[in-house]
């Protein structure tokens, strides 16, 4: 594991490759502990690649559903 940080200065471990899920899991961790959270920018772009995963992974499924039909 490696250390890396947020724009924010705020250190985080990177499990993971950027924008994984591991990832994203690990700097909302550490968002949530900080007192600007729900103003911040970047929570708000954690939080919307969670959304672009979950989609994906729907997307994903509606195609494999499909093929197996």
Avoid at 13 to 42: H, N, R, V, Y
Avoid at 44 to 51: A, G, L
Avoid at 61 to 69: C, F, L, M, S
Wanted: with cysteine; aromatic share 8%; glycine share 2%.
């Amino acid at each position: 594991m490696n250390r890396r940080y947020l724009p924010c200065g705020k250190q985080i471990l990177a499990i993971g490759s950027p924008l994984s899920i591991a990832d994203c899991k690990e700097k909302l961790l550490t968002c949530f502990e900080c007192k600007d959270f729900c103003f911040c920018q970047l929570s708000q772009e954690i939080f919307e690649d969670i959304k672009r995963q979950q989609n994906s992974f729907a997307s994903l499924e509606r195609i494999t559903n499909k093929k197996e039909v």
